[in-house]
């Protein structure tokens, strides 16, 4: 899928790579190599302009995370801004609903209705299909021979022209299901028949979601589709198909996120199993080099490191949130105790609290407790008296004895962090930096 946009997007990376340091002749070849690879993808002018304006502003004016060198940092940048011009992440329903579909002849309609089908059987939605595609009978007989291939019901009478019929029967006789897929049918372009027929389906069914099918190999005029559908009979995601064999998607993907209209699912080939929903991060770090953004990421992640939070820890300043926080990301890095081993002639033993090696329940029930706390007590826990004590543990469903260990950590971790941040100048400051 998008073998050559891909491929122009990761020779441009590779070149920055290759380079031998990041001067603004390198980022003004980089937004040269990167805007003709976009245009080659069907990428509209206006757009791919300001997407590396917007790459080479961010990277002269923007400091390196400490942990990324500056190559490392454009190559963030260049994958995030690329992410915001694909969209936003979809919503997709995750419950029971009405589905209806709509698009132009052969956009891919039916074909896509049988792949997500199976995606809500597979999630354990139980689905099942109504057609109303009354204008044309054999799209009625490739609905239900979908239908029966991915093991759904369907209703999809051939003698009823009326749509609201269709609909209340099928309702009825399918109405122990989850999730309704509804088939309308489609003309060879968005006339103002198509716009009313659709609007009263929609009226009648009051679907959860109105997915526009559209083919990618429209390249941008996608948008355009996509805008006079949202118009006239109003869209709550695109389907976008025929994402295998083109080179155009870059361009149909585009536009259409300029609509507003979010791209909820792609498809990529004529078999029922080519349906991903579509999700900007995956793609672009796909696209660009899946394990390499991801490295990257990771790392500029562990490097977001906050020296004030830190500067308060170690004077054993935190609040029980902050407190949470720390023994999950102690979780993370290992137990406390092998950090504090490392640590020589610590006068202080690590109290077998602190050692939440593969303690996943212990974690969550802490993390009730503390959800269970009113705001001060959040922010400062040594306002928490016995009669606290037992309505936190009601509230929280746990026992007093567990609130008072909870507590009792807590000091501790104070204890040890103050005593740790007395040497936060001396030989170890590196590793109380690791530990927080
Ligand atoms: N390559 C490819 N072909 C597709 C995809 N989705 C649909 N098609 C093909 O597009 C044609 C029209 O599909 P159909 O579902 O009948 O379109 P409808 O008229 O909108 O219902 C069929 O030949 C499908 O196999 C896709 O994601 N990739
Ligand atoms: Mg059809």
């Known amino acids: 899928m998008l073998e050559k946009l891909s491929e122009g997007l990761k020779e441009a990376l590779d070149k920055l790579t290759r380079s031998g340091y990041i001067d603004k002749k390198v980022l003004d070849e980089l937004a040269k190599d990167i805007q003709k690879t976009l245009l080659s993808g069907d990428v509209d002018l206006i757009l791919a302009q300001n997407l590396t304006k917007k ?3 961010r990277a002269l ?3 390196p995370p400490s942990g990324l060198t500056p190559k490392e940092h454009v190559t963030k940048i260049v994958y995030e801004e690329l992410v915001k011009l694909v969209g936003k992440k979809p919503e997709i329903m995750m419950k029971p609903g009405r589905i209806m579909f709509i698009g132009l002849y052969a956009a891919g309609k039916t074909t896509s209705i049988g792949k997500l089908a199976k995606y809500y059987q597979k999630i354990g939605l139980r689905t099942a299909l109504i057609g109303c595609d009354i204008h044309r009978p054999a799209a009625m007989d490739q609905l239900s021979q979908l239908a029966s291939q991915v093991n759904v019901p369907y209703y999809t009478p051939k003698d009823v022209k009326d749509p609201i019929e269709i609909l ?5 006789k399918l109405k122990k299901y989850d999730i309704i897929i509804i088939d309308a049918s489609g003309r060879s372009s968005l006339d103002k028949d198509l716009a009313d027929e659709l609007k009263k389906i929609a009226d009648f069914a009051k679907p959860n ?3 526009l099918v559209i083919p990618a190999d429209l390249g941008q005029a996608a ?3 996509a805008r006079g559908f949202k118009e006239l009979v109003g ?3 695109i389907f976008l198909t025929k994402m295998d064999g083109t080179a155009r998607g870059g361009g149909a993907i585009t536009s259409c996120a300029i609509t507003g209209a979010p791209i909820k699912f792609i498809g990529t080939g004529e078999k029922i199993d080519a349906i991903e929903v579509f999700d900007p ?3 672009i770090s796909r696209l660009i080099g899946f394990g390499d ?7 500029a992640k562990e490097a977001d490191f906050k020296p004030e939070t830190a500067a308060k820890m170690m004077e054993g300043k935190f609040t029980m949130n902050e407190f949470l926080e720390q023994l999950k990301s102690m979780q993370k890095m290992g137990s406390l105790k092998s950090v504090m081993g490392m640590i020589p002639g610590l006068p202080m033993k690590v109290p077998k609290e602190f050692d939440v090696d593969k303690q996943e329940t212990k974690m969550k029930k802490l993390a009730i407790i503390i959800q269970s706390m009113n705001e001060e007590e959040k922010n400062d826990p040594s306002v928490i008296n016995p009669s606290r004590v037992s309505r936190i543990a009601k509230g929280s469903g746990t026992s007093e004895a567990e609130v008072r260990e909870l507590l009792k950590s807590y000091e501790q971790l104070k204890k040890v962090m103050k005593l740790v941040g007395s040497g936060r100048r001396g030989p170890f400051s590196k590793l109380f930096k690791k530990l927080m």
């Open 55 to 57: 790459i080479e502003e």
């Open 61 to 63: 004016n923007e400091k």
């Open 168 to 172: 209340k029967a099928g309702f009825d």
């Open 209 to 211: 979601e109105v997915l």
């Open 223 to 225: 948008g355009e589709q």
């Open 235 to 237: 869209i709550t995601g």
């Open 281 to 283: 991060e995956r793609f």
């Open 293 to 299: 953004i991801q490295g990257l990421l990771e790392k």
